[in-house]
């Protein structure tokens, strides 16, 4: 069971905007920041998201993320079939001193 | 390029070790913190232990406190994970994963740890 709660999927068709949440709690989400993940089929996870709402050079503006006491969502809008993928969200942890993931999302693009 | 490239994964029986190495290029390792983080086959990703730049702090995940060890030697921008007492929920693939003000990038590829008799 991870720390982090996430949908295990989602899906929605092309062109369509598609939200994934993320639940935490005070010791992680609430204190620090969030960060997101993208992992492509057979590929390793390469950074979508970071602090909270910050896009790395490189990452289109279709990705956006928000954080709100201690839930975090990533919203990709304008969804393409090459957003197929898996998404996890990511944050430090106070009490346990360690970082943890949410269980993962894989999104479908219908 | 920033580069992290895995190594020293393979098949060990449980009960066995297994060192990981990973060589950094393309940036001052020595000024990074780092981490390792596994992926079991089919299954989400875990973080496994961090490192700061000197050495000096160290993390571990509760599911391998007391058998593996993070380790680093800035001289060779190696990274290193000592892995004892291996247990086949151990068995996944293993990134090396630099760190940046909270941020995990980039990733290796990864190296795949299989633990079974």
């Known amino acids: 069971q991870s720390v982090l709660t996430q949908p295990p999927s989602a899906s929605a068709t092309p062109g369509q905007r598609v939200t994934i949440g993320c639940s935490g709690s005070s010791s992680n989400v609430e204190r620090n920041v969030v960060t997101w993940y993208q992992q492509l089929p057979g590929t390793a996870p390469r950074l979508l998201i970071y602090?909270?709402?910050e896009r790395p050079s490189g990452v289109p503006d279709r990705f956006s993320g928000s954080k709100s006491g201690t839930s975090a969502s990533l919203a990709i809008s304008g969804l393409q079939s090459e957003d197929e993928a898996d998404y996890y969200c990511?944050?430090?942890?106070?009490?346990?001193?360690?970082?943890?993931f949410g269980g993962g999302t894989k999104l479908t693009v219908l | 390029e920033v580069k992290l490239v895995e190594s020293g994964g393979g098949l060990v029986q449980p009960g066995g070790s297994l060192r990981l190495s990973c060589a950094a290029s393309?940036?001052?390792?020595?000024?990074?913190?780092m981490n390792w983080v596994r992926q079991a086959p089919g299954k989400g990703l875990e973080w496994v232990a961090y490192?700061?730049?000197?050495?000096?702090?160290?993390y571990y995940a509760d599911s391998v406190k007391g058998r593996f060890t993070i380790s680093r030697d800035n001289s060779k921008n190696s990274l290193y994970l000592q892995m004892n007492s291996l247990r086949a929920e151990d068995t996944a693939t293993y990134y090396c994963?630099?760190?940046?003000?909270?941020?995990?990038?980039?990733w290796g590829q990864g190296t795949l740890v299989t633990v079974s008799s």
């Open positions: 990511a944050s430090w942890d106070d009490s346990l001193n360690g970082r943890v």
């Open positions: 490192i700061s730049d000197s050495g000096t702090t160290i």
């Open positions: 602090s909270n709402n």
């Open positions: 994963v630099r760190e940046h003000i909270e941020q995990l990038v980039p």
């Open positions: 393309g940036f001052t390792f020595s000024i990074y913190e």
